[in-house]
């Protein structure tokens, strides 16, 4: 097998173990197994369980990220941030729901520090990846308002994953978020 086939088949293998079982519940050598490999294949190409699950999501983030830049932005510019921090806040929850497992996010003692490096990847993904679009909104200040709702959503969004419960607390909370709190910060953004 060629290096970036026998990658794919262990991030194939992790994300169908993730998915059904959570992160903490897999193990190594389950993934080694599920890709017919041996155990030691996964350490030639990823440096931990943790590099697996981090490279899954960055393929995820990044497809996630061209359909939300791409996405209808002939809205005004109220219902276009509200709608592109909503997608975004719905990518986390789908990130932390699918991929890790609200288990692990609460019972793992680096899961907060793993959460919030992702969330700084995926916050510099997002603004790069507008910044590069050539019909931008060319309103005034349209990357620092982009760039501070980011901010403060993804910080609401994140802290959901370490008060939570139960996965139907963290649903009330989106919600909540949705209804609550996110027009302000959409309305403040505007006015910056």
């Not at 309103?139 to 139907?168: G, H, P, W």
Request: aromatic share 10%; hydrophobic share 40%; net charge neutral.
């Amino acid at each position: 097998m060629e290096a970036e086939k026998i990658k794919e088949s262990i991030k194939r293998a992790a994300q169908d173990l993730f998915r059904k079982f959570g992160y903490h519940k897999t193990s190594v050598n389950e993934i080694a197994k599920k890709a017919r490999i041996a155990k030691a294949t996964i350490y030639k190409y990823f440096d931990s369980k943790e590099d697996v699950l981090h490279s899954l999501l960055m393929d995820y983030i990044r497809s996630s990220v061209d359909d939300l830049v791409h996405s209808n932005t002939t809205e005004d510019e109220e219902a276009h941030l509200n709608s592109l921090i909503m997608k975004t806040c719905r990518l986390s929850y789908t990130v932390c729901n699918e991929f890790i497992g609200w288990d692990f996010i609460r019972e793992s003692t680096n899961s907060q520090e793993f959460l919030k490096n992702l969330s700084n990847e995926l916050e510099e993904m997002l603004i790069n990846a507008f910044s590069q679009l050539n019909d931008i909104r060319k309103q005034e200040n349209y990357m620092q308002r982009l760039r501070f709702l980011i901010k403060c959503s993804k910080s609401i969004v994140f802290s959901f994953a370490f008060t939570s419960v139960s996965d139907s607390d963290v649903r009330k909370n989106f919600v909540s978020f949705q209804k609550e709190i996110l027009p302000y910060l959409v309305k403040a953004a505007i006015t910056i």
